[in-house]
């Protein structure tokens, strides 16, 4: 029986981005091995052929000996576990589950890119420094990889302009995508006029748009409402606590029920300054809901 480890950064991507593919897996007869940064979920899934383990890491932690410290562990994992194939997702799996799985002598590692994330918008001379050095570490993890998955044209060019893949190694996909036996339109509009944004607190999700968007509108038409959903992260609630008391913003914090929330709703909105391909609009629209967003 052929083993695949994928290595991902969080149980919350695991559950919501990876659990067809891991059945898929299951189903052609793989043995499933799978390492997350944070704690596992309860009950994922239960199969015999499946094995789940936690080796904390913060995929937006900049400190290079944490980096170092992780590239160990998973190495170190890697020689027990023996995989056939490594499959990796986002910045910090991507560079250290490659570089070890490099260490480890695996011949068959891949990588999904699924965003380029802050590295790649710099605003400031440390910003500027930080992509240096992460285009390097991806030059370096990259090196031995089978193939590297892109969710659109753009992340794919800017990877090949950069020189940190070879062509033949890129390969674009039309994003991760859903399952739409479980999202069924819905074409019964909710009475109340809701307009809603669905992120994590990140300043590049443009969360501070998305305020100043529903003050402007709120000036003009009081019957609008806007709630924001998304777990606090870089921002804090306190950092948009003015939107929230002045009655602009209604600030709902995380939620796993997404189709409700998208269901509650007249129009999805996304302010993002850059995504791989968003997940977020793919559900909206397949709930038969209006998407506002722009073209990144």
């Known amino acids: 029986m052929k083993k695949i480890l994928l290595i991902s950064n969080n149980s919350y991507s695991l559950v919501h981005f990876r659990k067809e593919f891991i059945l898929f897996l299951l189903n052609k007869g793989f043995f499933v091995d799978v390492i997350i940064g944070d704690d596992i979920p309860d009950d994922f899934i239960n199969h015999k052929n499946f094995h789940i383990v936690s080796i904390s890491f913060n995929n937006r932690s900049k400190n ?30 991507n560079i250290a589950g490659l570089i070890a799985a490099r260490k480890s002598k695996v011949i068959n590692s891949f990588a999904m890119i699924e965003g380029m994330g802050d590295p790649f918008q710099p605003k400031t001379f440390f910003d500027k420094i930080t992509k240096l050095i992460v285009c390097c570490l991806y030059k370096i993890s990259f090196k031995k990889v089978k193939k590297v998955f892109f969710l659109n044209q753009d992340d794919k060019k800017e990877m090949l302009a950069n020189k940190l893949i070879s062509s033949d190694k890129a390969v674009s996909i039309p994003g991760i995508g859903i399952d739409i036996n479980t999202y069924k339109p ?6 109340a006029k809701k307009v809603i944004m669905i992120a994590r607190l990140l300043k590049n999700k443009g969360i501070f748009e998305y305020c100043k968007i529903a003050e402007l509108v709120k000036s003009k038409r009081n019957d609008i409402e806007f709630e924001l959903y998304g777990s606090e992260f870089q921002l804090k609630q306190q950092d948009i606590q003015f939107y929230i008391d002045n009655g602009i913003i209604k600030y709902c914090g995380f939620t796993n029920d997404i189709k409700t929330v998208i269901n509650n709703c007249r129009i999805v909105l996304s302010t993002s300054y850059r995504e791989g391909f968003s997940r977020i609009i793919l559900e909206s629209m397949a709930l038969g809901r209006t998407v506002i967003a722009s073209n990144v």
């Open 64 to 93: 290079p000996f944490s980096l170092i410290s992780l590239i160990s562990k998973i190495s170190k994992y890697i020689k027990n576990s023996n995989p056939d194939y490594v499959f990796t997702f986002q910045i910090k799996a």
């Open 186 to 191: 819905n074409c019964y509009l909710p009475a």
